[in-house]
């Protein structure tokens, strides 16, 4: 008998909108006004009862044909949203987004289902509602079907706040001047222009700087920082340290490169190199624990990197080096070059005040420069992410070159950026880390690595 009552108790419970839906006015062909729609929307949410619209829309299709689904969810979604309601503003404003209709309401769907999501915390899908919501809105105004620029500055606002987050002195950084971002699993480590170095355990959520301490990193000007073999590399304006991770411990390194500039640490062939300003560069003998200098032909070494058989060598005193077999040949010379990049067996050379030098495998070389479509000549560092390369300027930002359509679209600090002199661009899974001067650390999230 209980079990008669409570079913008894559910069935005069449900909405009497559903249930005279489901009876006789919709198998008499009634159709539906926005209106009758919305308040049943709104009623099948309260009473978690969504699927019954699917439902009845399936089993009379008659009486649900002239609405606009779309604009039904979203006023059902405002009107839960402006009454403080959010999550049951979420439900009607994703159902809008989905229903399969050409409706102009569906990218405001999607822009209100992002703003939730992000408000959650929820960075991730509100990127892929928050796109979707463009692409509509752009869409509809292509086709001049009322969708306005107002609009549109709002999603992409929105978008902005989405897609960048920050970490600065706000966040306890000493030194807003980004030199070197490195990953080691669970652990950040920044190299900052005149804060020493810092250590960010994200988990814990622990930040800890070293900083010309007794036992501690002596220097406070940082340039690069490279994990390897259970070191924490660091190369610093006055020398090489490294931090012992099993002992938890700081060590200047001997010998040569215990007092000179190191600009640049690269691990190639599982072999740690060491580029100095002001002694070549060197190469880290496992082995025998010791550094030996592997190229004498230029001092001021700023950059290495390795493409098939060959290294390439980039100085401020003698422009690009190549290295194969033992012997070492110039690409070319009186350039200052700071960075190297690789993009389909083409080394792309960042250079100080003359843009980027393309060669290719066979020796043609191809420039850009503000000329063509930089937005600095003074390069900073170029990461390759998908067909694309980013490049980081004084100045200017960021160039965004686009391999497949051969042209440049660009990050500034309008689009996000904290500032407009880019010193480091790290990917990490889907986030862009940008190193900036003055302005600490710009982290870009992606839907992919190509949505830049």
Not at 33 to 59: A, H
Not at 96 to 123: E, V
Not at 392 to 397: F, I, Q, V, Y
Request: hydrophobic residues 40%; charged residues 25%.
């Amino acid at each position: 008998m209980k079990k008669i009552y409570i079913l008894l108790f559910i069935f005069f419970l449900l909405p009497l909108s559903l249930y005279s839906l489901d009876s006789s006015n919709l198998k008499n062909g009634k159709k539906l006004y926005q209106t009758e729609f919305q308040e049943l929307i709104e009623d099948s949410i309260i009473k978690n009862q969504l699927s019954e619209i699917d439902r009845l829309s399936k089993l009379y299709p008659a009486s649900f044909s002239s609405l606009d689904f779309s604009r039904s969810y979203y006023d059902a979604g405002i009107c839960f949203y402006t009454n403080g309601r959010k999550m049951l503003a979420l439900k009607a404003f994703m159902k809008g987004y989905d229903a399969f209709q050409g409706s102009l309401f569906k990218s405001k769907c999607a822009y209100y289902t992002a703003k939730i999501l992000y408000q959650n915390a929820n960075r991730p899908s509100a990127l892929f509602y928050i796109n979707r919501a463009l692409e509509l809105g752009l869409e509809a105004a292509r086709k001049q079907s009322g969708t306005n620029t107002e609009e549109l500055d709002e999603i992409s606002k929105l978008k902005r706040r989405i897609r960048w987050e920050y970490i600065s002195r706000l966040e306890g950084l000493p030194d807003d001047s980004i030199s070197a971002i490195e990953f080691d699993g669970d652990d950040l480590w920044l190299g900052l222009w005149t804060g020493g170095a810092v250590r960010f355990t994200r988990s814990a959520n622990i930040l800890t700087l070293f900083k010309g301490k007794g036992g501690g990193l002596i220097s406070k000007h940082v340039r690069d920082i490279k994990v390897f073999q259970n070191r924490v590399w660091t190369g610093c304006y006055d020398g090489l340290f490294f931090f012992d991770k099993k002992r938890s411990f700081w060590e200047r390194e001997k010998g040569e490169l215990s007092s000179i500039t190191v600009k640049k640490l690269r691990v190639i062939d599982r072999e740690l190199y060491a580029a100095t300003l002001g002694k070549g560069l060197f190469k880290f003998n496992s082995n025998r624990g010791q550094w030996q200098r592997f190229f004498y032909g230029a001092l001021y070494v700023t950059d290495i990197l390795q493409l098939n058989q060959k290294i390439y060598i980039a100085t401020l005193d003698k422009g690009l080096f190549a290295y194969e077999k033992g012997l070492f040949k110039i690409v070319f010379t009186n350039i200052p070059v700071k960075c190297l990049s690789e993009l389909n067996g083409t080394i792309w050379a960042g250079t100080h005040g003359h843009g980027i030098y393309l060669v290719d495998q066979k020796g043609g070389i191809k420039k850009y420069t503000t000329e063509n479509g930089l937005s600095s000549d003074y390069v900073e560092s170029i990461e390759k992410i998908s067909q694309q390369m980013l490049i980081g300027t004084l100045g200017g930002g960021v160039s965004v070159f686009n391999n497949r359509k051969k042209e440049f679209s660009y990050l500034s600090i309008l689009d996000g950026l904290p500032s407009n002199d880019v010193m480091r661009i790290t990917i990490e899974k889907d986030k862009v880390w940008f190193g900036t001067l003055s302005g600490g650390i710009g982290i870009l999230l992606t839907e992919n690595l190509g949505d830049i």
